[in-house]
T-cell receptor, first 111, second 116 residues
Framework: QKEVEQNSGPLSVPEGAIASLNCTYS??????FFWYRQYSGKSPELIMF????GDKEDGRFTAQLNKASQYVSLLIRDSQPSDSATYLC???????????FGPGTRLSVLP | DTAVSQTPKYLVTQMGNDKSIKCEQN?????MYWYKQDSKKFLKIMFS???????INETVPNRFSPKSPDKAHLNLHINSLELGDSAVYFC???????????????FGPGTRLTVT
């Protein structure tokens, strides 16, 4: 059975620091990987997706994928209090299976 | 201008009742989804429709029945509501079926269902 795992947190970092969020998945057939941010009481919104091994950068965000280790991470540089939210990792594959979300990591950026 | 909209936003009802949640997207997407997010914030897919055709039907009680009258709408009907059905239900849509990489899902604002 597919599983996507994340540390539930809370992960606390000081303002300006780098926040590192990690996600592991069990299905080796997984092809694409997503990071969503969810503020309390709001709906998830996409931050980034990645499907090739290596790094993908977008502004202050960098997604890292290592398919051999079945590991995907999100780095947030120069963390801001407005980054405080729950970050959801989601995994998808090409075999007609569904989109699977991890339990989310709650990030708190302290001013 | 809302891309994915849901109604109602809040729904409070008693056990045993039947209720419906409606979802509409104006993005021209082909695929729509229903997710359930429980009190522990775990987001789990329930159903997925592509061009009005059911393509994902996860293990949910058959009291839950989705209906897609057209590709812009996906409604969720719940019969004989139970306490455990209390959760936030999110509708989402995407341009492609969820079998292709790089797909992005756009979520609606959610419907908070409370069963008493």
């Amino acid at each position: 059975q597919k599983e996507v795992e994340q540390n539930s947190g809370p992960l606390s970092v000081p303002e300006g620091a780098i926040a590192s969020l990690n996600c592991t998945y069990s299905d080796r057939g997984s092809q694409s990987f997503f990071w969503y941010r969810q503020y309390s009481g709001k709906s998830p919104e996409l931050i980034m997706f990645i499907y090739s091994n290596g790094d993908k950068e977008d502004g202050r965000f960098t997604a890292q994928l290592n398919k051999a280790s079945q590991y995907v991470s999100l780095l947030i540089r120069d963390s801001q209090p407005s980054d405080s939210a729950t970050y959801l990792c989601a995994v998808n594959n090409n075999y007609g299976q569904n989109f699977v979300f991890g339990p989310g990591t709650r990030l708190s950026v302290l001013p | 201008d809302t891309a994915v909209s849901q109604t109602p936003k809040y729904l409070v009802t008693q056990m045993g009742n039947d209720k419906s949640i409606k979802c509409e997207q104006n993005l021209g997407h082909d695929t729509m989804y229903w997710y359930k997010q429980d009190s522990k914030k775990f987001l789990k897919i329930m159903f997925s429709y592509n061009n009005k055709e059911l393509i994902i039907n996860e293990t949910v009680p058959n009291r839950f029945s989705p209906k897609s009258p057209d590709k812009a709408h996906l409604n969720l009907h719940i019969n004989s509501l139970e306490l455990g059905d209390s959760a936030v239900y999110f509708c989402a849509s995407s341009q492609l079926p969820s079998t292709l990489p790089g797909d992005e899902q756009y979520f609606g604002p959610g419907t908070r269902l409370t069963v008493t």
